[in-house]
C-alpha cells in the first residue's frame, strides 16, 4: 500500500482504530483451528456430537467460536425453500410460543444434518452451539442492503445474525453471507469477511433492529443509512465517501456530471456502468482523495461504480 501522509480528522483516526482492532482479529492464526474442522464429519443427526468435538479439540472461546463458524459456512448451503418447511398456525399466545420453539428445534436439526438453510438456520445453529459451549451471544434481526432497490426503502426485517462475546468483547458474525452467496442456485465460497466483522465495515449492509446492535460509537438512524449507497468494496466505508453521500442522485441537481470524492489511497482505475456497457474514465488522487466525474445520462435509474473492474459503489438515479 502506497504510503500517504495527510492530516487525518479525528472522526477518521476512531475509524481507524477500529478497522485496526478488526484486522488485527483477522490476523490471528486459525489454521490450526480450520484444518482441525476439516476433519469433522459434514453432517451431524445429534447437535451434541458437533458440540463435543469443539470442546474436545478446543479450549478457548475464541478458538470455539472459530470453529463453530467455519463448520457452518463449509457445510451448509442457504436454500430458499427451507422457508417453506415449517409454516404453521397458531390459537393464542402460549400455543404460538410452544410451537415456534418446536420449529426452532427442527430448524437447527436440518441444518445440521441436512446442510440446508435459510438465515434463520445459520444463526440458530451458531447460537445453539455457543450456547452449548458456555459462549455468551444474541441473534440479531435486523435489515440488509445488497441491491439497487434496496437504496432509499423504508427500514425491513428481513435478515438474522449473530453477536458473540470474546474475552467480555462483542463481535459481529453473519455466516450466512459467509458461507457463499445465491444467484439462482447456491454458490458455495466460504468466507471470513463476516467473521468478526469491524462494526464500521458491517453497517455497509446490515442494519438490526435495535440501533445498539450496530456496535458502532454513534447511532445512525435508519432514515439515514437507507440513503446511503450500496457499498459493495468491503474495504470502504460510509466515511469514506464524501461526495456524493446520498445513494440516490437527481437528474435535475446533477448539471450533466456527477462528481465523485472518496478516501481511497491504493492505485486503483475507475470505471462506470448504467447497466449497460461499462466505461473506464480518468481520476485523479489528491493526498488519497479520489476524484473522478461521471457524465450524467437521461433515462437511466441505476449507477454502478468499478474499482479495478470488480464492483465498488451503486446508486439509484431519478
Known amino acids: 500500500m502506497t504510503q500517504i501522509y495527510y492530516q487525518i480528522p479525528m472522526k477518521r483516526l476512531s475509524l481507524l482504530f477500529c478497522l485496526l482492532i478488526g484486522l488485527l482479529s483477522y490476523s490471528q492464526d486459525y489454521s490450526r483451528v480450520d484444518a482441525t474442522i476439516e476433519l469433522y464429519p459434514d453432517s451431524f ?3 451434541e456430537d458437533l458440540s463435543a468435538m469443539i470442546a474436545r479439540d478446543f479450549t478457548t472461546d475464541d478458538e470455539k467460536v472459530r470453529g463453530i463458524y467455519t463448520w457452518i459456512i463449509r457445510n451448509v448451503a442457504y436454500d430458499p425453500d427451507e422457508y417453506k418447511k415449517f409454516n404453521y398456525n397458531f390459537k393464542n399466545y402460549r400455543e404460538r410460543n410452544a410451537k415456534e420453539e418446536k420449529v426452532r428445534e427442527q430448524t437447527i436439526k436440518r441444518t445440521l ?3 440446508v438453510a435459510v438465515c434463520e438456520g445459520y444463526a440458530m445453529l451458531f447460537e445453539k452451539l455457543c450456547n452449548m459451549q458456555g459462549i455468551s451471544n444474541y441473534l440479531v434481526r435486523g435489515d440488509i442492503k445488497t441491491h439497487f432497490n434496496d437504496i432509499g ?15 467480555g468483547q462483542g463481535y459481529l458474525f453473519d455466516p450466512t453471507w ?11 465460497e466460504p468466507s471470513y469477511f463476516f467473521y468478526k466483522t469491524p462494526p464500521e465495515l458491517f453497517i455497509n449492509t446490515h442494519y ?5 446492535d450496530t456496535f458502532l460509537g454513534s447511532m445512525i438512524p435508519r432514515e439515514v443509512y437507507a440513503k446511503w ?10 466515511d469514506d465517501i ?8 437527481s437528474a435535475e441537481s446533477s448539471l450533466g456530471q456527477i462528481d465523485f470524492g472518496i478516501r481511497w489511497d491504493k492505485p486503483v482505475e475507475v470505471a462506470y456502468s448504467f447497466g449497460k456497457e461499462k466505461v473506464e474514465i480518468d481520476s485523479e488522487n489528491d493526498n488519497g482523495l479520489l476524484r473522478f466525474t461521471v457524465p450524467f445520462q437521461l433515462g437511466q435509474q441505476n449507477l454502478l461504480i468499478y474499482f479495478n473492474d470488480k464492483p465498488a459503489l451503486a446508486y439509484k438515479v431519478k
Request: no cysteine; charged share 25%.
Open 45 to 47: 443427526e445429534d447437535i
Open 113 to 115: 444434518s441436512e446442510g
Open 153 to 167: 426503502r423504508p427500514f425491513k426485517k428481513i435478515h438474522m445474525w449473530n453477536v458473540a462475546v470474546i474475552d
Open 178 to 188: 459467509g458461507a457463499g452467496k445465491y444467484q439462482g442456485k447456491f454458490i458455495k
Open 208 to 212: 438490526p433492529e435495535l440501533q445498539e
Open 229 to 238: 449507497p450500496l457499498i459493495i468494496q468491503k474495504e470502504m466505508s460510509q
Open 242 to 249: 464524501e461526495t456524493p453521500i446520498t445513494g440516490v442522485i
